[in-house]
């Protein structure tokens, strides 16, 4: 079983930046392959960035790739979202997600309860 629970988010204005973390519990953190989803208001959840357990690998959505970075700290069980350049279309709840080696990310297996993220023009 594996526990996850973001911060970090809040309000800033267009062109800053925000930091979000996502702290995982349980033994075996450096097993999954960790991920950032958001879902805006009348929309669907999307995969926004993405990690793999050994942090070799990274996905990026088109929308996002040159302002966002994902990294991990296995030692700390802790995953993170530096989002940079932010943009009012980045509004939107942002969900950590963990996945097993392997799965794939259309159904994840945990959940994190998300962070809102607001940009103002």
């Known amino acids: 079983q594996v526990q996850l629970v973001e911060s970090g988010g809040g309000l800033v204005q267009a062109g800053g930046s925000l930091r979000l973390s996502c702290a995982a519990s349980g033994r075996t953190f450096s097993t999954y392959a960790m991920g950032w989803f958001r879902q805006a208001p009348g929309k669907e959840r999307e995969l926004v960035v993405a990690?793999?357990?050994?942090?070799?690998?990274?996905y990026y959505a088109d929308s996002v790739k040159g302002r966002f970075t994902i990294s991990r700290d296995n030692g700390k069980n802790t995953v993170y979202l530096q989002m940079n350049s932010l943009k009012s279309e980045d509004t939107a709840v942002y969900y950590c997600a963990a996945a097993r080696a392997g799965s794939g990310w259309s159904r994840p297996d945990y959940w994190g309860q998300g962070t809102q993220v607001t940009i103002s023009s």
């Open positions: 990690i793999g357990w050994g942090a070799s690998t990274t």
